[in-house]
């Protein structure tokens, strides 16, 4: 078990250019979790699945925003046409089942940085 | 849209000194968990209660859930500069159009434990 994994770590991408991030979880975590922290503040709730199904999606996030879990392993999210304001961590996490004792493990996140 | 204010936003103490950090909303959570963030890196789950008054220890931590189930609070004793990062609660709610929990931050209180 190797945790959860993020890449890349940092980013740093002109405006108006696409990312694409990517969130490998805990190998057999049904659960996927994207949310966005800026400096010294809580994270903030992108999105989340279990297995490959993209249960909610915050509406704070514009519709340059994607996220995918095509075979319910690995997660993609996408930036497109990326804003100053984007600038953040993007933070992935993965739990084995829900409940209101889920336990969510944190990978280290990609800081990016829109130039 | 729920919300888990915390207070204070930050806290410099020196090691040996007591120390309450607080975690309010105004909505019911099913459950609520504290996590330790380092720079650089992940949140870490240090707790989850879920009845509320209950109260769990972990050494010198000890946690509380607010009867309503409405607040919690961290209290540190005698802290150590090990203690030192950002602090981070968040609550367990049923997502309104998934029908199944997902997890919401709090606002973060950063302490710095001087030696």
């Known amino acids: 078990d190797t945790g959860v994994s993020q890449d890349p770590r940092h980013k740093i991408t002109k405006r108006g250019q696409n990312v694409t991030f990517r969130c490998d979880p805990i190998?057999?975590?049904?659960?996927l979790y994207w949310y966005r922290q800026t400096l010294g503040q809580g994270p903030e709730f992108l999105t989340y699945f279990q297995n490959e199904a993209q249960l909610e999606k915050s509406r704070l996030l514009s519709d340059r925003f994607s996220a995918e879990r095509p075979k319910g392993s690995f997660s993609t999210l996408e930036i497109q046409r990326t804003e100053q304001g984007d600038s953040a961590m993007y933070l992935c996490?993965?739990?084995?089942?829900?409940?209101?004792?889920?336990?969510?493990?944190f990978g280290s996140g990609t800081q990016l940085s829109v130039l | 849209t729920q919300l888990l204010e915390q207070s204070p936003q930050f806290l410099s103490i020196q090691e040996g000194e007591n120390l309450t950090v607080y975690c309010n909303s105004s909505?019911?959570?099913?459950?609520l968990q504290w996590y330790r963030q380092e720079p650089g890196e992940g949140p870490v789950l240090l707790v989850t209660v879920v009845t509320g008054g209950e109260v769990k220890k972990l050494k010198r931590l000890t946690f509380q859930f607010g009867d309503a189930r409405k607040d919690s609070s961290l209290h540190i004793t005698a802290a150590q500069p090990g203690d030192t990062g950002l602090y981070l609660c968040?609550?367990?709610?049923?997502?309104?159009?998934?029908?199944?929990?997902?997890?919401?931050f709090g606002t973060g209180t950063r302490l710095k434990v001087l030696a």
């Open positions: 190998s057999e975590h049904n659960r």
């Open positions: 996490a993965s739990s084995l089942t829900a409940s209101r004792n889920e336990k969510l493990f």
């Open positions: 968040a609550g367990s709610t049923v997502g309104t159009t998934s029908g199944t929990y997902k997890y919401i």
């Open positions: 909505s019911v959570f099913s459950s």
